[in-house]
C-alpha cells in the first residue's frame, strides 16, 4: 500500500506517458470478459469493475486471471480465487464460490461496505460471461 509515498506505486519514470497495451495472443484470448458497474450519470469512474479471463479445456479450468478496480487505490488481483478455480469444472457453482473467496476477508473502509455484495456480484457475472466470449 503506498499510504503517505503514492509515486512508490509504480515503476514508470517522473511524467510518463502509457500510450499504448500490447495483449499476446495466448490461452486466455478466448474467454475473458469484462464487467463494470457504476451510477448510472457516471460514465468515466466505475463503482466497482471486474476483468476475467480462462484458460479452458473443454469444461475444465486450467488457468484463471482475475483482477477489480473501484475497490482499492489500485487495480486488485485475487490470487487466492484464481488458485481456486485451476482443475475445477466451469460453472455457476464454482464461479460462486470463487466469488465468495474473494470477499470473505475484505475490510472495506467506513463507508465503503456497500461495494462487498456488488464485487461479489460482479465476479459471478464476469466469470460466467467469460464462457461467453
Known amino acids: 500500500m503506498p499510504e503517505n509515498t503514492p509515486s512508490l506505486d509504480n515503476t514508470l519514470p517522473q511524467n ?41 479445456e473443454g469444461d475444465k479450468i486450467i488457468e484463471a486471471r482475475l483482477a477489480s478496480g473501484g475497490v482499492a ?24 464460490k470463487a466469488a465468495s473467496i474473494t470477499t470473505e476477508n475484505i475490510k472495506p473502509l467506513s463507508k465503503n461496505g456497500y ?3 456488488m464485487l461479489k456480484g460482479a465476479i459471478e457475472t464476469a466469470l460466467q460471461n467469460s464462457l461467453k466470449s
Open 115 to 117: 461495494k462487498i455484495p
Open 16 to 56: 510518463a506517458l502509457i500510450t499504448h497495451i500490447e495483449i499476446p495472443i495466448g490461452p486466455f484470448s478466448k474467454n475473458f470478459a469484462y464487467v463494470k458497474l457504476r451510477e448510472r450519470t457516471s460514465y468515466a469512474f466505475a463503482l466497482v469493475s471486474v476483468a476475467s479471463a480462462l484458460h479452458l
Open 73 to 96: 487505490h489500485k487495480p486488485w488481483r485475487w490470487y487466492e480465487a484464481e488458485n481456486y478455480l485451476k482443475g475445477k469444472k466451469a460453472s455457476a457453482e464454482t464461479f460462486a
